[in-house]
């Protein structure tokens, strides 16, 4: 990938985030919209487009960016109370920028998983 995708310039350093961990194969940055007083992006440095991608194409780097977030919760104290982690997957998923991204959130109460109930 590359030029054309957001989270690889990030990654690379051509555009400023607010890095709060980084491994050799991982980045953790906090979210430029934030939905919760935690929120922190944990992204694998090689491009996949999405975790289903991420996970048949090297599942030993789904671990990582795993630990990674767990390693990033344990930082902002959102062990004791919990947090939600999450793939936002296509477009029904709601997925925005196509380089796999965890959304690790915690802080607060985050009410319901969805907004509306489908039943
Ligand atoms: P998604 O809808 O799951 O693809 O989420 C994309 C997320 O990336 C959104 O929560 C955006 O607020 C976030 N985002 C977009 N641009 C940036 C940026 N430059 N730095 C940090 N987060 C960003």
Same mark, same amino acid.
């Given at each position: ?22 491994? @050799? ?10 939905? $919760? ?11 996949? @487009? ?12 789904? #671990?990582?960016?795993? #630990?990674?977030?767990? $390693? ?18 296509? @477009? ?22 969805? @907004?509306?109930?489908?039943?």
């Amino acid at each position: 990938m590359g030029s054309d995708c957001l989270f690889c310039r990030i990654v690379a350093g051509e555009i400023p985030a607010t890095i709060v961990r980084e491994t @050799a194969t991982t980045l953790a940055f906090r979210d430029i919209q934030p939905k $919760a007083p935690v929120h922190v992006l944990v992204v694998p440095k090689e491009h996949y @487009a999405d975790v289903a991608t991420l996970a048949q194409g090297d599942p030993a780097l789904s #671990a990582e960016v795993l #630990a990674t977030a767990a $390693a990033v919760a344990e930082d902002e104290g959102l062990t004791g109370d919990g947090f939600r982690l999450l793939f936002n997957t296509g @477009a029904y998923g709601g997925q925005e920028v196509f380089h796999v991204h965890a959304h690790l959130l915690g802080g607060a109460p985050l009410g319901p998983m969805l @907004a509306r109930d489908l039943a």
